[in-house]
């Protein structure tokens, strides 16, 4: 089968690998139709994720048809069409069974943090992802849910990754009515988390990011105000002045480890890696709220250290909220949400690539060219 295979920072190709097979009764392999690349695979591509082996596959956010299931399956059939959560949970462990199903303490025994994701390293379990014709999906009976009737597959491509990412952000800042809330970066997490804020009741949201027209983009998706901070003396003293010198209430970090901005920080999180990426948003959030107010983190960072003025979240009496989604938890409300036109996740996908051209799709992605937002690989046999 054709997939995505990953040579070394920056060197992505296109291959032929062997078929998945079935490993465990629970398993079933699925029949790609689509597959997103996510800036989480960014961190994978630039070489940040430690122990991302040669040969691996990318592509956690993906969408296909049953073509096998394992003994063992009971919730999904043969020919069933699919969202397939990027956490991969057991949902019987003790953080399975709290809803913590992006921390699953099974499906990636060898860690104690991060639970199995598809094609997200050794680090997150070793799995192979769904930038591929077809990927073996373990825990059948667990995450992954037929595509409800009508749904479009390109929005619920979304829903396995982006939609819940954004609300989860949202949620996890304990957004109160009237809240003037922040978000650090426009990106499809950014954009949808700046949507999201709506929903909880905020009064007042405001994107941040330095990508021209990702701001245009955020401020028409999630009728939010979108300033560049390259514009900005500084963005923690713009965001001060413009809450009448108080801070925000919530601020929420949907950048995550490849942030610009600070030099210092970029050289010893980016390029030097003395530290898990560069923290620039983190500590522009925790600058920028309000004493007692809350940070919530969806942007990703590494397995090792960061620097963050943590006395600063001390002696303000922060709280900060960090996680990846929870998918699963989360998937009921949100394919309400998109049924019921509340969220349109489609409108995120600005690019639609062969599985052939990946290569391509990732420098665009990543040089944030043609302004692409979200795009989306197509392999040949989803477009016969
Ligand atoms: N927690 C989760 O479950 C989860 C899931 C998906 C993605 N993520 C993470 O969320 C982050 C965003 O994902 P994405 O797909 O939107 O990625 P993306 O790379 O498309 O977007 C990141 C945006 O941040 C902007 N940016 C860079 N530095 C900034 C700064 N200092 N301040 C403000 N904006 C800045 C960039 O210009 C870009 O538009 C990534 O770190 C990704 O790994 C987390
Ligand atoms: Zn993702
Ligand atoms: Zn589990």
Redesign the pocket.
């Known amino acids: 089968m054709l997939a995505m295979d990953y040579r070394g920072p920056k060197r992505i190709r296109v291959t032929q690998k062997p078929m998945p097979e079935i490993k465990h009764p629970e398993d079933a392999i699925v029949r790609v139709t689509r597959s997103c690349i ?3 695979d ?2 994978l591509y630039n070489g940040n994720v430690p122990d991302t082996r040669v040969g691996t596959t990318f592509g956690h956010e993906f969408v296909g048809v049953v073509e096998e299931v394992g003994s063992e399956v009971t919730k999904l059939k043969v020919g069933d069409h699919v969202l397939v959560p990027f956490n991969i949970a057991c949902g019987r462990c003790h953080f399975c069974k709290q809803g913590l199903f ?1 921390n699953c303490h099974e499906s990636n025994p060898m860690a104690t943090a991060v639970g199995g994701i598809f094609g997200y390293s050794h680090t997150a379990g070793g799995f192979h992802g769904g930038q591929a014709e077809y990927v073996r999906v373990p825990y059948a009976n667990v995450s992954p849910t037929v595509i409800p009737e009508g749904m479009d597959i390109e929005d619920a491509v979304l829903l396995t ?2 939609v819940p ?1 954004g609300y989860q952000a949202a949620e996890m800042a304990g957004i109160q009515p009237g809240d003037t809330v922040v978000v ?7 954009i949808m988390a700046a949507k999201c804020a709506w929903l909880f009741g905020a009064g007042r949201v405001i994107s ?4 021209e027209y ?1 701001l245009e983009f955020v401020r028409n998706y999630a009728q939010c105000e979108a300033y560049n ?1 390259r514009d900005m003396e500084d963005p923690v003293v713009f965001i001060k002045k413009t809450t009448d010198w108080m801070g925000a209430d919530v601020v929420i970090d ?8 600070n030099t210092m920080q970029t050289i010893t999180g980016r390029k030097t890696l003395l530290q898990a990426g560069s923290a ?2 983190l500590h ?1 959030a925790i600058n920028s709220v309000k004493k007692g107010g809350i940070v919530s983190i ?3 960072y590494g397995p090792t250290d960061n620097l963050v003025p943590i006395g600063n979240v001390l002696n303000k009496g922060l709280t900060i909220r960090a ?3 929870s998918v699963k938890r989360l998937l009921p409300r949100l394919i309400e949400h998109v049924q019921n036109g509340i969220i349109n996740p489609k409108a995120l996908i600005t690019h639609r690539i062969p599985l052939e051209e990946v290569a391509d799709g990732y420098r665009l ?1 990543s040089a ?1 060219l043609d302004n692409c937002i979200k795009p989306v690989l197509i392999p040949p046999s989803a477009r016969m």
Not at 208 to 211: A, E, K, M, P, Q
């Open positions: 996510c800036g989480s960014l961190h992006g990754d982006v990412t650090f970066g426009a990106g499809p997490v950014g941040i990011d330095h990508v990702r901070f949907a950048v995550g480890a490849e942030a610009a901005g620039t948003a522009w969806v942007g990703v996680n990846q989604a992605f944030k």
